[in-house]
Every structure is written in C-alpha cells, then in structure tokens.
T-cell receptor, first 110, second 110 residues
Framework: NAGVTQTPKFQVLKTGQSMTLQCAQDMNHNSMYWYRQDPGMGLRLIYYSASEGTTDKGEVPNGYNVSRLNKREFSLRLESAAPSQTSVYFC?????????FGPGTRLTVT | GQQVMQIPQYQHVQEGEDFTTYCNSSTTLSNIQWYKQRPGGHPVFLIQLVKSGEVKKQKRLTFQFGEAKKNSSLHITATQTTDVGTYFCAGPLNDYKLSFGAGTTVTVRA
C-alpha cells in the first residue's frame, strides 16, 4: 500500500496562475482532508470530505476549491494564486479516528 | 470556537534529559490525539487518549489526559536525537474535523 500520495511535491507559481493539487489514498478511507501548514501556525484545515460525494469548508477555505472525484481522490484547486497561499499543503485521510497524511506539496507563489 | 494551545513553542533539550510539552483546550474534549512530524516530513499519528485521567506509554513517551479533559501532556524521558521534530496535539471539532495546536518543536543537543 502506498498510503496517501500527493502530486506535485514542489511547485512555483506566479501570482494569478491556477493549479490543482492532486491527492489519492489506497486505504479505502471514507474521509479526506486538505491542510496548509505555515511556520508557527500548526495545521489549518482548508476543506474536508466526510465521504464520497460531500465536501465542507474548514478553517481557511477562501481562495480554494475542492473536488472529491471518487472515494480514492480528493483534489485542491487554486484558481488565482496569491503570495499569501505560499505554504506546505498536506492531504490526509481517515477511517476511524487516526488521520494518515501524505508527504506534502511545497508551493511558492511569487 | 474551540482552540487548542500548546506550550512551549520550542524546546531545546540536552540529549539524555527529560522534557514535557503541554496542550490546553478552551473547551472539554471527547478525546485528544498526538502527532509527530520529523523535519521535512509529514505528521504521523502517535496516540489517542479518551478517558479522563488516562495515561498511556510508548517506550520513553508518556501521554496523559487531564481529569477535566481540557488538557494533555507528553513527557519524554532520556531524550534521544531520534526525538527531534514537532509534536502536535489535536482535539476533535466534530466527528470529522480536528483542531491542531501550533506544535512544540524539539531540538536535541548531543
């Protein structure tokens, strides 16, 4: 099992560009999450999907959209990137209570 | 809303010494989880505490949940270089969402 995979690992965007971060899990988990991590601020929830077909906003959803493509895949889209979105993005999945995190995407917006 | 606060933000430890990191919630928690993130890595689940006053041990790590279920602590004995990283506590906001603390970043002097 690969667990939770994320692509790309690194990305540099210019202000105003768009991109989609991909996430997939092979553990048959129902719930999936997108977090951002900034220095000194821990992990902040952007969006989550409790189960296939549902998505809900987290703590910091502005500037992002998500798609739960199927049970395995949960993507995060930045429509018009801003420097404030420079961060490390983690995808996670959960079945019971433990969350399993992917390796992260390091995004820089210039 | 619920906030989970962690202290200290940074902990510099001499190898072989003990230290404790603390987690405090503004509200009563049904459970609390702890995660560890190695430098450059992703968060990895360590443990979940559920009962009031619960104490669990994992080798040199001792986790405790307060009697009022509003605080928790992680105590590490005889710190080793493998303990380097950031330790996060997290409390549930609902059945699906967690509120993460900002983390305690541990460095070890050999």
């Amino acid at each position: 099992n690969a667990g939770v995979t994320q692509t790309p690992k690194f990305q540099v965007l210019k202000t105003g560009q768009s991109m989609t971060l991909q996430c997939a899990q092979d553990m048959n988990h129902n719930s999936m999450y997108w977090y951002r991590q900034d220095p000194g601020m821990g992990l902040r929830l952007i969006y989550y999907s409790a189960s296939e077909g549902t998505t809900d906003k987290g703590e910091v959803p502005n500037g992002y959209n998500v798609s739960r493509l199927n049970k395995r895949e949960f993507s995060l889209r930045l429509e018009s990137a801003a420097p404030s979105q420079t961060s490390v993005y983690f995808c996670a999945s959960k079945q019971v209570y433990e969350q399993y995190f992917g390796p992260g995407t390091r995004l820089t917006v210039t | 809303g619920q906030q989970v606060m962690q202290i200290p933000q940074y902990q510099h430890v001499q190898e072989g010494e003990d230290f404790t990191t603390y987690c405090n919630s503004s509200t009563t928690l049904s459970n609390i989880q702890w995660y560890k993130q190695r430098p450059g890595g992703h968060p990895v689940f360590l443990i979940q505490l559920v009962k009031s006053g619960e104490v669990k041990k994992q080798k040199r790590l001792t986790f405790q949940f307060g009697e009022a279920k509003k605080n928790s602590s992680l105590h590490i004995t005889a710190t080793q270089t493998t303990d380097v990283g950031t330790y996060f506590c997290a409390g549930p906001l609902n059945d699906y969402k967690l509120s993460f603390g900002a983390g305690t970043t541990v460095t070890v002097r050999a």
